[in-house]
C-alpha cells in the first residue's frame, strides 16, 4: 500500500486503511476471535473461531457467530471466504503448526483472497511464556518460495506476500495511530515494535 493510498482511505473511511482495502465488505474468518471485539465490527459478513469454549460462548451472547475450533484444522470447506483475519496469532505456533496454520488458510481462502496477518515484531515477541518465535516479513517470504523450508511443508501454499507493514510503536488513540502508521510507511522503522503482514491467494 502506498502512502497515497493509506492517507486517502484512512481519511475516507476514518478507519485502519488495511482493514479497509482487504478486509471491509468481504466474509471474514476471524481466527483467535478472543471476546469477539473484531467480529462485532461486521457481525453478517465475519464468522470467529477459538479454542477456549468460554470465549466463544461470550461471543455466542453478544450474537456472534462464533465456533470452537483449532486454527490448526478449520472444519470448513474449500474456498468458504473472501479473507482471514488472525490478531496476535502466530507468534503462538511452533514453525511446524504456522506452516499448516497458513496452508489451512490458504485452503478456505477464495482465489484473490487474503490472509490478514499482525504479529509483534523480533524486539517485543519475547514478553509473555505463550510466545514461541516470531516471524517477520521474511520467514513468509522464506516459506512461500524456498525449497529450504520443505521440511515444514509438502509444498508451498498458493500465497504471495501482498503488502507489509512495520510498526514503531502501537497508541490507544486512533488517530496518533493512524498519523504514526503514516510517518512508518514514509521511513519503514528498522527494527519494529510489530508488523501488519498480508497474503493474496493466487
Given at each position: 500500500?502506498?502512502?497515497?493510498?493509506?492517507?486517502?482511505?484512512?481519511?475516507?473511511?476514518?478507519?485502519?486503511?488495511?482493514?479497509?482495502?482487504?478486509?471491509?465488505?468481504?466474509?471474514?474468518?476471524?481466527?483467535?476471535?478472543?471476546?469477539?471485539?473484531?467480529?462485532?465490527?461486521?457481525?453478517?459478513?465475519?464468522?470467529?473461531?477459538?479454542?477456549?469454549?468460554?470465549?466463544v460462548e461470550h461471543c455466542r451472547s453478544r450474537g456472534l457467530n462464533?465456533?470452537?475450533?483449532?486454527?490448526?484444522?478449520?472444519?470448513?470447506?474449500?474456498?468458504?471466504?473472501?479473507?482471514?483475519?488472525?490478531?496476535?496469532?502466530?507468534?503462538?505456533?511452533?514453525?511446524?503448526?504456522?506452516?499448516?496454520?497458513?496452508?489451512?488458510?490458504?485452503?478456505?481462502?477464495?482465489?484473490?483472497?487474503?490472509?490478514?496477518?499482525?504479529?509483534?515484531?523480533?524486539?517485543?515477541?519475547?514478553?509473555?511464556?505463550?510466545?514461541?518465535?516470531?516471524?517477520?516479513?521474511?520467514?513468509?517470504?522464506?516459506?512461500?518460495?524456498?525449497?529450504?523450508?520443505?521440511?515444514?511443508?509438502?509444498?508451498?501454499?498458493?500465497?504471495?506476500?501482498?503488502?507489509?507493514?512495520?510498526?514503531?510503536?502501537?497508541?490507544?488513540?486512533?488517530?496518533?495511530?493512524?498519523?504514526?502508521?503514516?510517518?512508518?510507511?514514509?521511513l519503514p522503522p528498522g527494527d519494529p515494535i510489530g508488523w501488519t503482514?498480508?497474503?493474496?491467494?493466487?
Amino acid at each position: 500500500m502506498t502512502f497515497i493510498e493509506y492517507l486517502r482511505l484512512g481519511l475516507r473511511h476514518r478507519r485502519n486503511p488495511h482493514l479497509v482495502k482487504y478486509l471491509v465488505g468481504r466474509r471474514v474468518l476471524d481466527v483467535g476471535c478472543g471476546a469477539g471485539d473484531f467480529m462485532a465490527r461486521d457481525p453478517a459478513n465475519t464468522v470467529g473461531i477459538d479454542l477456549d469454549p468460554v470465549l466463544v460462548e461470550h461471543c455466542r451472547s453478544r450474537g456472534l457467530n462464533a465456533q470452537c475450533m483449532s486454527a490448526l484444522s478449520l472444519e470448513f470447506p474449500d474456498e468458504s471466504f473472501d479473507a482471514v483475519h488472525a490478531a496476535q496469532l502466530i507468534e503462538h505456533f511452533a514453525p511446524a503448526d504456522a506452516a499448516r496454520f497458513i496452508a489451512e488458510t490458504a485452503r478456505v481462502l477464495r482465489p484473490g483472497g487474503h490472509l490478514y496477518l499482525t504479529t509483534p515484531g523480533v524486539r517485543n515477541v519475547w514478553g509473555t511464556f505463550s510466545h514461541i518465535r516470531p516471524y517477520p516479513p521474511m520467514a513468509f517470504v522464506k516459506l512461500l518460495s524456498s525449497r529450504t523450508e520443505n521440511y515444514l511443508r509438502e509444498a508451498p501454499p498458493a500465497l504471495e506476500v501482498a503488502c507489509v507493514h512495520g510498526h514503531r510503536r502501537y497508541y490507544a488513540n486512533a488517530t496518533v495511530s493512524f498519523l504514526a502508521a503514516a510517518i512508518d510507511l514514509l521511513l519503514p522503522p528498522g527494527d519494529p515494535i510489530g508488523w501488519t503482514i498480508i497474503l493474496r491467494k493466487k
